[in-house]
Structure formats: structure tokens, C-alpha cells
């Protein structure tokens, strides 16, 4: 059984396909299976280690689709797909299932392993990776007012207390990486904070995926309060700014940029 640190050697790039028609930077773009196939087989030609395929959107206000609706947008994109390093961005233990039948690798789950009780052992029994996300609240609700009495502490205590759980389940710790959930129930300041002291989160000893790319916490620090999504640069400059404190795999959009800064980031940190 290969690490998941082996299999992803730091730092690795995740490209995203979100097949969904509102996800909040790219949404309708990859509706059509054989436009999303070709997105993410480009990623992985530009370098990216996997491609995290999505049928639901979780920014925030969205309501949630069902597995049969998430089904029929994934199902077609993984079979194009079939023999590439692929992951799927589901809570759902249906979806998840069909899609490791059909090659995902790794299994993105934003709730944790607490939005689906059957999913813990869909990826057990499969011997897939798995990360584990930080959520505060539900997509719908989470931006209202997110509170921590500490937001590094806070999000490490919880991202223990659910790879703990996992682990119980079956779960190999080896095949796990946790995220700090950048954007789900946090304020800018907390979301910045939580890359900066991104060693709280890496001192658990796994992994850490860190998904910045576009977020809206990019755009309101470049001085617009009411933007939903962050440019290319800032992006890259999170991306970049998390490897540096210890990030793993980094979840992005725009490939070919973030391969780039990274390979040069890595060459300045290792000499
Ligand atoms: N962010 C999003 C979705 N899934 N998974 C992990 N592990 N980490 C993240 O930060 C993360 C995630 C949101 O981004 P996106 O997929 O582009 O948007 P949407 O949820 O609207 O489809």
C-alpha cells in the first residue's frame, strides 16, 4: 500500500472539474462530460498529480443536488476518464461508490465523513485516499458568523477528532490528508490565519491539502468587499505562500501557473 505522502510528493498539484452549473468560479463551464474530460485531461498534461471531479457546489448559500443528480453529472466524466489519477469531490457514499468502481483514487470529503454515515466504509473496504475537510456550519448557513475561540486550534482539534473517527472505521492513516477548509465558515482574517499558521495544522502529521485557489477571501483583500472570486495572481500567491508553511497537495483551478510557481517556490526552499 503506497502513503498517501508517497503518492503525492510535496509539493502536488489537485486540478479541479466542477460539473456543476453554480459552482462559484467556474460553474456551467464543464456541464457538457466530454468538455470536463477535456479540462482535466489538460491539467494532468500541465502537470497536475490528480483531478478532483465534483458534481455539487458547496459555496456558500448553495442548497445541495441528489445522488442521482450528482450521479448523472460525474458517471460520464469518470468513464472518459477511466485509467487517470482521479479523486471525487462527493459526501455521498452512493456517489463515492460508483465512482472508485469506476478508478477515483481518492475520495474528497467537505463534510468530514459526518454528512453521510455510510461513506466511512464505502472508502475503508475500497482502500482509497481520503481527505477529510474543515467545515463550520452547512454550506447554506456557513458564512453568517463563523466563531472560533481560537481558528488554528479550533480546526485542528476538529480535524483530529475526525481522523480519529476514520481510522476507526477502517480507514488506513496512511491513505489520509486533512484541510483546513478554506472559505467554509470562515472570515477573511480567519481563512489568511489559518495558512499562516498552517504548522498547527501540519503538527497532526498528515498531509495537508489547502484550497485557496479563486476564493472570495482573495478578491475582498485585494480591496473589493463584495467579490466572490479572487484572481489568477492572488491565487498563485496563496498557493505558493501555503507550500512554504507546509501545505502538500494544493486543490486549483488554473493549473499550469500554480505547477510553475511551485516548482520554482520548491527549488528556492530545498536550494
Ligand atoms: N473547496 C471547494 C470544493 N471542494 N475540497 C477540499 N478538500 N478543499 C477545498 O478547499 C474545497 C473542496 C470549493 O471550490 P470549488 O470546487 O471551485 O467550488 P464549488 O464548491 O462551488 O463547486
Redesign the pocket.
Known sequence: MISIEMRFPRPSVMG?V?V?P??????GVHLDPDVAAAAARRMLDEGAAIV?V?GE???PG?EGVSADEELRRVVPVLEALRGLPVSI?TSKAEVARRALALGAELV?D?TALRGDPELAEVVAESGAYL?L?HMQGEPRTMQSQPTYDDVAADVAGFLEERLGFAVDAGVAEERICL?P????GKTVEQNFELVRRLDVLTALGRPV?V?F??KSSLGRILGDPTATTGPLSASVAAGVTAYERGATIL?V?DVRPHVEALAVAAAVVSG
Open positions: 479541479v466542477n456543476t453554480d459552482s462559484f468560479s467556474d460553474g478532483d465534483g457546489s458547496t459555496r448553495s469531490d474528497n467537505v481527505c475537510m484541510d477548509g478554506i472559505g467554509f491539502l484550497g485557489s479563486r486543490r483551478h
